[in-house]
């Protein structure tokens, strides 16, 4: 620690609680910054049930990404290339929140829809097998004659021409699209997308989805989250490969995840899985009322987004009977792009080590991808006619995916990492203070790195566990005039500093803590009563 690159005050002041971005309660979800096609069935639903907002936001994001996902896409401003504008949401909360009747109410279009398609699709495949059995027939006689042709010592040319252009002709089989798959098996998942890539997943029991096994599905889920390609393999029969598009809704209660965390939270994290998710969790538990919802004055506000979700099915239905694949590609205005580049670096300096995100910072890295990808979503379901992402649009999926980080930061706040660097605090906190008392002042830093912690007596470990306490108030930073010497000083059970011994009160000055903020807060005061 180099004493020079500190300011020293007459008294360094211990922050206050709320000076801890983890200590302060998470705003409320920020609903202002969705548009009126999204806040309104929001407001309608939240009024008529009572259910947790944040529930019903998450529901209403998977919806309109489902929508959109077949449709758009976004143009990644760093590759040039085109990515999918799906998104993945992971709901936490308790049985009774109304997890099911929020998505009941909400992606009944989609339910709808998939209806719609198994009927015509029995249509069309009763008209596929009558016309596939006239092209067998027809297949043999061109057969038969090429061979009779052969017998007869022709070239069979003229035959064999004829078997191409009926090949080229064989009846297209239908393609039976189911875009809402809830409690399936992943195999049965990972079959469907190879024959219809555009579909949601959304669950109500997440975890029983992944069973316990989930390394493979894992893995499915994040090439279909990325849009890579995928190779599928089914019974030494089936052999494709597709590139799935896929909207996920997990939900689940905070025990169940808990406890499944516990068992496969590893490999959980160290696959980049839940990075990718857009976490909410509620233990809101208010009483909601179904009924309440579909004869409430607001319930034209809920129609009238079921009808543009109505409309955005159609158009993939279209895009289905014509066999079209191709996509709008989404850019970002200039205006746009530069405010996404701008906290795009915000959030890489939020993630060096010690700043407010580094304990996730797998999330915060995909958050700049969410981003844009709710960015698109909300710019073509208000204007499908738009091609290009709006600077207000961008400032406000901006807002929202910050909430979502600080959301997750609370749920996923005790990360292995951040239980070891709290325990390095702990122990040098109780060191100082026991050698502190030992020694009747302050110590020195030579003093811990030859009598601390063994972990702590490297200057690269022990500098930003003391930075933490220094930061906190709980330790100072003396510099003693006369030696020009560095004392640090551990706050104790007197509420006093311990100053280092014979040096006069006014040849000390203590180091601005301010330099040293930490981000979040760990309770000392055990430590101090025990040393009492």
């Given at each position: 620690m180099n004493k020079n690159d500190l300011t020293w005050v007459d008294r360094a002041p211990r922050p206050d609680l709320s000076d801890y971005p983890s200590e302060r309660s998470l705003s409320p979800y920020p609903v202002y910054l969705f548009p009126e096609i999204l806040s309104k069935p929001l407001g309608a639903l939240n009024d008529g049930t009572q259910i947790p907002v944040e529930l019903i936001a998450n529901t209403l994001l998977t919806a309109a990404s489902l929508a959109c996902q077949s449709l758009i896409e976004v143009i990644q401003p760093h590759t040039n290339t085109p990515t999918p504008?799906?998104?993945?949401?992971?709901?936490?909360?308790?049985?009774?929140?109304?997890?099911?009747?929020?998505?009941?109410?909400?992606?009944?279009?989609?339910?709808?829809?998939?209806?719609?398609?198994?009927?015509?699709?029995?249509?069309?495949?009763?008209?596929?097998?009558?016309?596939?059995?006239?092209?067998?027939?027809?297949?043999?006689?061109?057969?038969?004659?090429?061979?009779?042709?052969?017998?007869?010592?022709?070239?069979?040319?003229?035959?064999?021409?004829?078997?191409?252009?009926?090949?080229?002709?064989?009846?297209?089989?239908?393609?039976p699209p189911q875009i809402i798959y809830n409690d399936t098996a992943a195999t049965d998942l990972i079959y469907g997308l190879s024959r219809y890539p555009n579909a949601g997943l959304i669950t109500d029991e997440a975890i029983t989805y992944f069973g316990n096994r989930p390394k493979n599905k894992i893995g499915f889920l994040n090439n279909a989250w990325d849009g890579?390609?995928?190779?599928?393999?089914?019974?030494?029969?089936?052999?494709?490969?597709?590139?799935?598009?896929?909207?996920?809704?997990?939900?689940?209660?905070?025990?169940?995840?808990?406890?499944?965390?516990?068992?496969?939270?590893?490999?959980?994290?160290?696959?980049?899985?839940?990075?990718?998710?857009?976490?909410?969790?509620?233990?809101?538990?208010?009483?909601?009322?179904?009924?309440?919802?579909?004869?409430?004055?607001?319930?034209?506000?809920?129609?009238?987004?079921?009808?543009?979700?109505?409309f955005l099915l159609n158009k993939q239905k279209e895009c289905i009977d014509n066999n079209q694949t191709a996509k709008t590609q989404l850019t970002l205005s200039d205006n746009a792009l530069t405010i996404w580049k701008k906290h795009r670096e915000a959030l890489l300096n939020k993630i060096k080590p010690g700043n407010e995100l580094y304990y996730i910072r797998e999330f915060a890295v995909k958050s700049s991808t969410n981003t844009l990808r709710m960015a698109a979503i909300f710019q073509y379901i208000c204007n499908e006619s738009a091609n290009e992402i709006s600077e207000d649009i961008m400032d406000n999926c901006i807002e929202i995916t910050d909430w979502y980080l600080n959301a997750t930061n609370r749920i996923f706040f005790d990360t292995p990492e951040r239980i070891e660097f709290t325990q390095d605090v702990l122990r040098l906190y109780e060191f100082i203070l026991s050698r502190s008392k030992k020694e009747n002042g302050a110590i020195t830093t030579g003093e811990i790195e030859q009598y601390g912690p063994n972990k702590l007596r490297k200057v690269e470990k022990l500098t930003p566990v003391l930075n933490h306490l220094v930061g906190q108030g709980d330790v100072i930073l003396y510099n003693s005039i006369p030696n020009d010497t560095i004392y640090i000083s551990a706050l104790n059970h007197d509420g006093l500093y311990p100053q280092p011994r014979n040096t006069p009160a006014h040849n000390i000055r203590a180091a601005d803590s301010t330099a040293f903020r930490p981000c979040f807060h760990i309770d000392l005061s055990d430590i101090r009563l025990k040393a009492k």
């Open positions: 504008c799906s998104l993945y949401f992971f709901s936490i909360a308790e049985s009774g929140a109304g997890k099911s009747t929020v998505k009941n109410i909400i992606m009944k279009p989609f339910y709808d829809f998939d209806e719609r398609m198994r009927h015509e699709y029995h249509d069309k495949k009763a008209d596929y097998d009558a016309k596939i059995e006239v092209w067998k027939i027809k297949n043999k006689t061109l057969i038969k004659n090429l061979r009779k042709a052969i017998d007869k010592n022709f070239n069979g040319e003229f035959e064999s021409r004829k078997i191409v252009e009926h090949t080229r002709s064989k009846p297209r089989e239908p393609v890579s390609s995928y190779h599928f393999r089914r019974g030494g029969t089936i052999d494709c490969h597709f590139t799935p598009c896929l909207t996920a809704s997990l939900m689940t209660q905070p025990g169940v995840f808990e406890s499944f965390m516990e068992v496969h939270g590893k490999i959980f994290k160290e696959s980049g899985f839940l990075s990718r998710f857009l976490f909410i969790r509620t233990d809101n538990l208010e009483h909601y009322g179904a009924e309440a919802v579909a004869h409430g004055e607001h319930w034209s506000e809920i129609r009238e987004f079921h009808g543009r979700l109505d």
